[in-house]
């Protein structure tokens, strides 16, 4: 289907969430914004593939997501070598007395494993359904469910280590709190 | 995209996962906060003038060799 303006219209309404997508998974402005560019060139060439009618922004960050994923696998050694500096690339400004509070949010976020990050981010902020979520990362409802309720308690433990006690031995918890690079 | 609170509390089984409310409540305050902060932004320019061109072209399927090669459309519209 030819993109009308409707069409071009609901894309552009979905570039800011696209955007803060791109950078809760990569922490990275720069590289957010050549993500979110890719995705863009990459709907429109495929239009045609989009069904009218059905989740635009879902369809959008499919893409966007499995861009992120063939791209992050290309990329780890240079992440990797790039550790601890994401933070300082991004481009938002948070008020002064909330700084510190985000900086170490984000810090524990990117502690998640990626299956993890995605989907807390995907129900938890992008505000996704469960259904809507499993579609986007491909697989199972039910696997969703599992991976925002594991990264929410993770998240839990590390930014709020007097309760950690209760969510029983975890290794990997317990590999991220010791801070362990593999 | 609607119904996030609803969903939120829907999902936390107090004691399952070992969270309390208040701190479900926290994480996604927060994450919220740290999404919201970007989505405020708007779309920057760049993604407006990238479709516009597109969109001009027909989205035409090039898209392979976009970087660096049209940072200003001279004498274009």
Redesign the interface.
Known sequence: MP?TDSL?ND??AA???L???A??LSGNADRA?DL???T???A??N?DSFQPGSNL?AWLFTILRNLFRSDYRKRRREVEDAEGNYAKTL??Q?SQN?HL??EE??TA?EKLPQDQREA??L????????EDAASICGCAVGTI?SR???A??K??AL??VD?AE???PDETVRAVIGGSGG | MKDLKSQVSRSTTPGKGGLTPEIQSRIGHQLRAMYDDVVRQGVPDRFAELIKKLDAQGAAPQVENDAGSNDNNNGRD
């Open positions: 993109l071009r894309i552009l570039v800011p969430s955007r803060a997508f950078i809760s914004d979110v560019q890719e863009l060139l990459r429109l060439a239009i922004p481009k938002t948070p909330a509070e985000f949010f984000r976020l807390l981010i129900v938890g902020a992008s505000g996704f359904s469960y469910k925002v309720n594991r929410r308690s998240l839990a930014l709020y309760g209760d969510f029983g």
